[in-house]
């Protein structure tokens, strides 16, 4: 089992900034691909952002395209996802997820709890215009 904590949300303006950090209970995350998404109230879940195992392919939505940024700090078990120049559009709780991989240095926004079985309880992004 591997255990996720997301944290970092809160309440910010039209513009403000916030850092999502996703820490695993284990260093078996480093054979992870990791993957954030959110779900905004009565929407379904979208994929926002992964990375891979390796850290060298990251995929972003096209929402979110040049205002985040995804990155993972090995030594710490975390993945953490920089968010600026945030939309009231952006408001929904964010989860991370991670899925181990056989060998392929890739991931996916795609939500498919196959590729991702594990996921954090999530944390609340509000952004007020």
């Known amino acids: 089992q591997l255990d996720l904590v997301e944290s970092g949300g809160g309440l910010v303006h039209a513009g403000g900034s916030l850092r999502l950090s996703c820490t695993a209970s284990?260093?078996?995350?480093?054979?992870?691909?990791v993957g954030w998404f959110r779900q905004a109230p009565g929407k379904e879940r979208e994929g926002v952002s992964c990375?891979?195992?390796?850290?060298?392919?990251?995929i972003y939505s096209d929402s979110v395209k040049g205002r985040f940024t995804i990155s993972r700090d090995y030594a710490k078990n975390t993945v953490t996802l920089q968010m600026t120049d945030l939309k009231p559009e952006d408001t929904a709780v964010y989860y991370c997820?991670?899925?181990?991989?056989?060998?392929?240095?890739?991931?996916?926004?795609?939500?498919?709890?196959?590729?991702?079985?594990?996921w954090g309880q999530g944390t609340q992004v509000t952004v007020s215009s």
């Open positions: 997820a991670a899925g181990w991989v056989v060998s392929l240095d890739t991931c996916t926004i795609v939500p498919d709890t196959g590729r991702y079985p594990y």
């Open positions: 990375i891979s195992h390796s850290g060298m392919t990251t």
């Open positions: 284990d260093s078996i995350l480093d054979g992870f691909r």
